[in-house]
């Protein structure tokens, strides 16, 4: 039976919780930090000096993180990989190379009839369409773009697809929402449910501590959910680790101000960064709970507290932005 959401999640639970881990199965390749929709609660509109990873890069990390023991790979990370002209290449090499489980998730305007069959042809085991709204006129607000029919669209056509292709992914929508979408939480559901595997909303956050001014969208609960379980340390920095466009090695998935980068891969290799110094105090400090000064402690206890990088050099802190209380 094919591993679910909950499956992924419970696992995820399940990290080694020491100084130096074994190097992670699951990683995370951010091909671009580009976005075709601006979310409200998103920090990717705030980023700066946007880039795309160089072709080179993306073959040498995929080599390199299967020779570590790599097999599952999340094609996505800050921005919308269907951007990205080569995704379809980026699949089929990976699966070449021997990746068993290669994911995205996608806002899903880009992913049309035609773009999307390359890259499930090529080898994609799942897509997840992140879907904020049940209704045309909330989407437009809320994801800055009128593509509400448009996406829903596009993943009735991967769903029919996979039926006449005889081909194995899943497809999953997941939804986050606010204060004033959450009525929208089963509007969208009835109308994505017959198409897909699975269906993941959850509710706002604070964008891993990048974003606390999404408070004033609605109601978040301090105590991330990157910290699951009894153990109320966040699984990420001993399970995984993401590629940046730029080829920077963060702690964190949702690293959009940079303030996780552990190591540089024009000056390292996957395997000196995941036990380097950086990476080893960074897992103390989550080990001994002390967060203070790391947007870890934002992240995890909803503050907005000053933030020092873990390598300064590497940080592109952006400027929040006001929001109007709801």
């Not at 290669?102 to 806002?107: D, E, H, I, V």
């Not at 929402?177 to 956050?205: A, M």
Request: charged share 30%.
């Amino acid at each position: 039976m094919p591993e679910t959401i909950k499956d992924r999640k419970r696992k995820s639970m399940q990290a080694v919780f020491e100084e130096v881990p074994p190097f992670p199965r699951e990683i995370f390749l951010d091909l671009t930090s580009f976005c075709n929709h601006a979310c409200v609660f998103c920090s990717n509109p705030l980023i700066k000096n946007k880039k795309t990873m160089d072709p080179e890069m993306v073959q040498r990390v995929l080599q390199e993180a299967y020779d570590c023991g790599v097999r599952d790979l999340g094609l996505y990370a800050t921005g919308e990989s269907f951007l990205v002209k080569n995704l379809p290449q980026y699949v089929r090499l990976a699966k070449k190379i021997g990746f068993e489980y290669l994911f995205l998730t996608s806002n899903g305007a880009l992913a049309t009839p035609e773009r999307a069959k390359e890259v499930l042809d090529a080898g994609l085991d799942s897509i997840k369409f992140s879907i904020s709204a049940g209704r045309r006129e909330t989407y437009k607000i809320i994801q800055g773009k009128d593509d509400f029919d448009k996406v829903i669209e596009n993943l009735k056509w991967i769903s029919s697809y996979r039926k006449i292709s005889g081909l194995d992914y899943r497809i999953y929508v997941t939804m986050v929402y606010t204060q004033k979408t959450k009525e929208e939480v089963e509007i969208l559901k009835s109308i994505v449910i017959d198409h897909i595997d699975e269906w993941d909303p959850h509710p706002l956050n604070n964008q891993c501590g990048n974003l606390y001014e999404n408070n004033s969208l609605g109601y978040i609960e301090a105590g991330s959910p990157r910290a699951r379980g009894k153990v109320e340390i966040c699984f990420q920095p001993f399970k995984g680790f993401t590629i940046t466009p730029e080829g920077h090695v963060s702690a964190c998935v949702l690293d959009y101000s940079k303030d996780l980068i552990v190591g540089d891969l024009r000056l390292s290799t996957l395997k000196e960064i995941w036990s380097n110094e950086t990476y080893r105090n960074f897992r103390r400090r989550h080990l001994c709970k002390d967060l203070k000064g790391l947007i870890c402690n934002n992240c995890m206890y909803n503050q907005n507290e000053p933030v020092t990088p873990l390598m300064p050099e590497y940080a592109a802190h952006f400027e929040k932005r006001e929001r109007p209380v709801s």
